[in-house]
């Protein structure tokens, strides 16, 4: 038992690792809540700092701690935010549904430093994970309001500027690509043409969109349900408590978090979340369209459509000699997967609050966590290996635009639709060309063709 020493809690003593800072409700935690390899994502663990760290500072204004135990909270809470002990937080997600066991978690791991370093300054206070870390908190309102902290920072910090950059070498590649007059394509058959500058143009205004969308959606994570404590009355926190709180975080973190203003709705409900994450699933969703694009548009090399040509970043197959696969396509189609069954169980999970508090809480995180770093990675990785490294095949291009049947369709004003028609199913029938066709049926000569079929006028 040398490398265990004996921590205490409400049930009676635990052991505890001797190299390890946290408490006995961390360990009984670890022990009870085998399940699984999924853990307590960092992002929460950090948000949570911010707010022990931003309550030790309003309860020392309030007079309710004492300048020597909020100077060492606020301490700990730097160097948690530094990343110095993230090995100190290895709970699992699969725990209880309110985070109690993550939130003292953070308590006893703040509380066993600050305490060591104290007693080494001589100080005769002691610094308890409830009493003083938590106080004026439950987690009841500490964890729904790291949360909403965690996947705010997270989506401006990192999704938005993945989105921002893709979009960026999009609108590159539709600047490049503006003159090359390419045919189109509905229900994956032959349409009338347009330029591949114009296709591409659709793609960026897509990520325009999501960007907006989930920007506005994430305004919703600036409501905090900190002051609420465990049911939403703020019973042992003072009234001002919670707006203090969100004022600190604010100047924390640098962005305009509020609290909220009703924290039985803070507290039960995890709408807003549900709310945000449908941008992630429309952003996934048009990521799916894209990428699935440009590998129909890559498919070949000489098989396939072959019209626009992607970098070659590995070998393709295990058995067949200088393969090469549209493998960017295929991860950011699998993360799009991964997004819309998050989706599902974000949903559901926050269907399931009863009565004061719902207590799915950590799977709601968990997901909304993996959702924005997939997509934020995913993003990154498709526009670094792929997007900037698209080509365009104009030999194919054009190929495709003179065999294309559907630029009859130019014909209509002149000589009709069925004539038209009637035009287009003779160059499919005999394999001949339009040009062929059309002056075969008489309907106009090859000079009236000439003049009215340029597909360069059709886009």
């Known amino acids: 038992m040398d490398n265990f020493r004996i921590e205490k809690d409400t049930l009676g003593e635990v052991h505890v690792p001797k190299e390890k800072f946290w408490g006995a409700q961390t360990q009984r935690s670890k022990e009870n809540f085998k399940i699984g390899t999924e853990k307590m994502p960092l992002e929460v663990i950090y948000g949570l700092a911010f707010i022990k760290k931003a309550a030790a500072i309003v309860n020392f204004q309030l007079g309710k701690l004492s300048e020597v135990k909020m100077n060492a909270i606020k301490k700990v809470c730097d160097e948690i935010l530094n990343g110095d002990y993230d090995e100190h937080f290895p709970l699992a997600v699969w725990q209880t549904g309110s985070g109690t066991q993550s939130n003292m978690n953070v308590n006893e791991v703040i509380a066993h430093v600050a305490n060591g370093r104290l007693i080494a300054q001589g100080e005769t206070e002691k610094i308890h994970p409830n009493d003083d870390v938590n106080m004026s908190q439950s987690s009841n309102d500490t964890f729904p309001t790291s949360m909403h902290i965690a996947a705010y920072i997270k989506i401006t910090k990192n999704l938005l500027p993945a989105i921002q950059e893709l979009k960026s070498t999009l609108l590159k590649k539709e600047k490049a690509f503006s003159n090359i007059v390419k045919i189109g394509r509905t229900h994956l058959q032959d349409a009338t043409p347009l330029t591949l500058g114009q296709e591409i143009s659709g793609w960026r205004f897509m990520l325009e969109k999501n960007e907006q969308m989930i920007t506005e959606?994430?305004?919703?994570?600036?409501?905090?349900?900190?002051?609420?404590?465990?049911?939403?009355?703020?019973?042992?926190?003072?009234?001002?408590?919670?707006?203090?709180?969100?004022?600190?975080?604010?100047?924390?973190?640098?962005?305009?978090?509020?609290?909220?203003?009703?924290?039985?709705?803070?507290?039960?409900?995890?709408?807003?979340?549900?709310?945000?994450?449908?941008?992630?699933?429309?952003?996934?969703?048009?990521?799916?369209?894209?990428?699935?694009?440009v590998r129909w548009l890559a498919s070949g090399p000489r098989s396939g459509i072959g019209e626009i040509r992607i970098p070659a970043n590995e070998p393709g197959s295990s058995i067949m000699p200088g393969k090469v696969n549209p493998t960017q396509s295929e991860a950011l189609t699998m993360v799009a997967c991964q997004v819309f069954g998050n989706d599902a169980t974000i949903g559901f999970a926050a269907s399931q609050g009863n009565f004061e508090l719902n207590v799915f809480k950590p799977v709601i995180i968990y997901n909304l966590i993996q959702s924005i770093t997939l997509l934020s990675d995913g993003v990154i990785s498709f526009n670094q290996h792929c997007a900037k490294g698209i080509e365009v095949n104009e030999e194919v291009i054009k190929e495709h635009v003179e065999r294309s049947l559907m630029l009859v369709t130019a014909l209509n004003p002149h000589i009709g639709y069925e004539k038209a028609a009637a035009i287009a199913k003779l160059a499919f029938k005999e394999n001949s060309s339009l040009r062929e066709a059309a002056i075969q049926t008489g309907y106009l000569s090859a000079e009236q063709f000439d003049q009215w079929v340029k597909p360069e006028n059709m886009v």
């Open 217 to 293: 959606a994430a305004k919703f994570l600036l409501d905090l349900a900190i002051g609420g404590t465990a049911v939403g009355t703020g019973m042992n926190a003072s009234p001002q408590f919670g707006a203090d709180v969100a004022k600190q975080v604010t100047k924390l973190t640098g962005y305009p978090f509020r609290s909220s203003d009703n924290k039985f709705h803070a507290l039960t409900s995890h709408d807003e979340i549900v709310f945000v994450h449908g941008g992630l699933k429309a952003l996934a969703a048009d990521l799916l369209k894209i990428a699935n694009d």
